[in-house]
């Protein structure tokens, strides 16, 4: 089928994610490999955002590849309740051994929204409290609870589960300054106050924000949710889809700031989005107390033999190809550029990175900070720049005044160096709207 077909015929049958479908133009693709994918005609793009933020070890990698092939090939499928593989069991003491403290034991989902779903299941059932507070300016996945959770424009289509309460955190946009990690643990100790702590199950948030702008927590502040957690018995769920596996230049985020979250839930860099596979990792205590008491959760696809083989496989890509430490070093390089980007174009309000996760905040004038577009909105900038990567063959996500740089953590020097390359002439477009 041509590109136009498929993007025609795909319309016509099928919906696309969050999206008015009328206006939804989507990108036929017919192969990928390394950081590149082309279209049936051959039109080929730097992916600059891991597509949704997942293909961390880049795409078409032939390890990972074969170790389904020879998956599929010895065993498809079994019963995750009554059965076992050797690829569960080694993917399990392999997870062990790779998350921080003792994170020991892993429920296997098809995703990272029933990774939080079950976190937050487990909490539940640990502490007896029903509440869950997480942040404004979180995604945490598009199910009933996860998407309670969230705190963003993506919940408000829907009546939520109740027992949910968000509070805001050291951000708050481009047009203020963030608070410190003090200021922002200060507001929430007095919500847990408010809400009552022995009401309280769990603070879930990501380790970094994603989708909401990178934000990069100060400091003292994860510490500080820790120990404020502690002090009440809730239990810290750290949010680690889209931060974990390597994206930052750890393991795991919350890697950066010494802390032990009790409950960890990933997905996305887990198997690098070859087949899906979520999970959500418990500390040894709490794992424990499922000893003698039934564990409330199941999947007719958890533990699925052909996830963990992917999973396995995987993880092995990012120790022989020492991806973390890579994501460090390109890291590095990568903040560099963004600095570049920030001195030369007025219309950079700001930029954030950690690893190879990055972000660039577009502003019409630098003194009063006013973005590029409006919260939850867009601007015939914003979209004309959208419309020039996609023109130029770069591939990322355009999102109200910002857009990301999220590319898979096997990306070269020069490779970075190219995509800058086009994201420096399309700013261009952004900084003709600049009113100093
Ligand atoms: C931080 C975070 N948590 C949870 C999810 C939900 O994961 P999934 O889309 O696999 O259900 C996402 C998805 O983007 C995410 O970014």
């Known amino acids: 089928m041509t590109g136009d077909e498929i993007a025609a015929l795909s319309k016509q049958h099928t919906i696309f994610e969050w999206a008015v479908q009328g206006v939804v133009d989507p990108i036929p693709v017919a192969r990928a490999k390394g950081v590149y994918f082309w279209t049936p005609e051959g039109k080929r793009f730097i992916d600059f955002n891991s597509q949704l933020m997942c293909v961390n070890i880049g795409h078409g990698d032939t390890r990972?590849?074969?170790?389904?092939?020879?998956?599929?090939?010895?065993?498809?499928?079994?019963?995750?309740?009554?059965?076992?593989?050797?690829?569960?069991?080694?993917?399990?003491?392999?997870?062990?051994?790779?998350?921080?403290?003792?994170?020991?034991?892993?429920?296997?989902?098809?995703?990272?929204?029933?990774?939080?779903?079950?976190?937050?299941?487990?909490?539940?059932?640990?502490?007896?409290?029903?509440?869950?507070?997480?942040?404004y300016r979180s995604y945490h996945g598009a199910t009933a609870a996860a998407l309670a959770a969230t705190g963003e424009p993506r919940s408000w289509n829907q009546p939520l589960m109740p027992g949910f309460v968000h509070v805001t955190d050291w951000y708050h946009g481009v047009q203020r300054p963030p608070?410190?990690?003090?200021?922002?643990?200060?507001?929430?100790?007095?919500?847990?106050?408010?809400e009552g702590p022995n009401t309280i199950a769990?603070?879930?948030?990501?380790?970094?924000?994603?989708?909401n702008g990178v934000l990069i927590p100060p400091d003292g502040y994860m510490q500080g949710?820790?120990?404020?957690?502690?002090?009440?018995?809730?239990?810290?769920?750290?949010?680690?889809?889209?931060?974990?596996?390597?994206?930052?230049?750890?393991?795991?985020?919350?890697?950066?700031?010494?802390?032990?979250?009790?409950l960890m839930a990933m997905a996305k860099g887990l198997t690098s989005a070859y087949v899906p596979l979520g999970a959500v990792g418990l500390r040894q205590p709490i794992a424990d107390a499922?000893?003698?008491?039934?564990?409330?959760?199941?999947?007719?696809?958890?533990?699925?033999?052909?996830?963990?083989?992917?999973?396995?496989?995987?993880?092995?890509?990012?120790?022989?190809?020492?991806?973390?430490?890579?994501?460090?070093?390109?890291?590095?390089?990568?903040?560099?550029?963004?600095?570049?980007?920030?001195?030369r174009h007025p219309s950079v309000g700001a930029v954030r990175s950690i690893g190879l996760f990055g972000v660039v905040e577009l502003v019409r004038n630098r003194r009063t900070m006013e973005p590029m577009a409006p919260f939850n909105g867009t601007s015939p900038e914003m979209a004309a720049l959208g419309t020039f990567f996609r023109q130029e063959g770069l591939f990322t996500f355009v999102r109200w005044n910002y857009f990301f740089t999220n590319p898979p953590l096997c990306i070269t020097e020069a490779e970075l160096r190219e995509a800058f390359a086009i994201i420096d002439r399309g700013l261009a477009i952004t900084d003709q709207a600049v009113q100093e």
């Open 64 to 135: 990972v590849i074969q170790a389904v092939q020879r998956q599929m090939e010895a065993l498809c499928y079994v019963t995750p309740g009554g059965m076992t593989t050797e690829a569960r069991a080694q993917l399990g003491a392999k997870l062990a051994a790779i998350t921080p403290g003792d994170i020991n034991v892993f429920f296997f989902t098809n995703g990272g929204a029933e990774a939080i779903e079950n976190a937050i299941k487990i909490a539940r059932a640990y502490t007896g409290r029903p509440k869950v507070v997480s942040r």
């Open 179 to 194: 608070d410190s990690a003090d200021e922002a643990l200060r507001h929430l100790e007095e919500v847990i106050q408010l």
């Open 202 to 211: 769990a603070v879930l948030l990501e380790s970094v924000t994603g989708t």
């Open 225 to 262: 949710v820790r120990a404020l957690c502690d002090t009440h018995g809730i239990l810290m769920i750290a949010d680690e889809v889209m931060s974990g596996f390597g994206r930052t230049g750890k393991w795991f985020a919350i890697e950066h700031w010494g802390v032990v979250p009790d």
């Open 290 to 343: 499922f000893r003698d008491k039934m564990f409330p959760g199941g999947l007719t696809y958890s533990s699925h033999p052909v996830a963990c083989a992917a999973a396995l496989a995987t993880i092995a890509v990012y120790e022989e190809d020492r991806l973390i430490d890579r994501a460090r070093e390109r890291g590095a390089l990568m903040a560099e550029l963004l600095r570049d980007l920030a001195a």
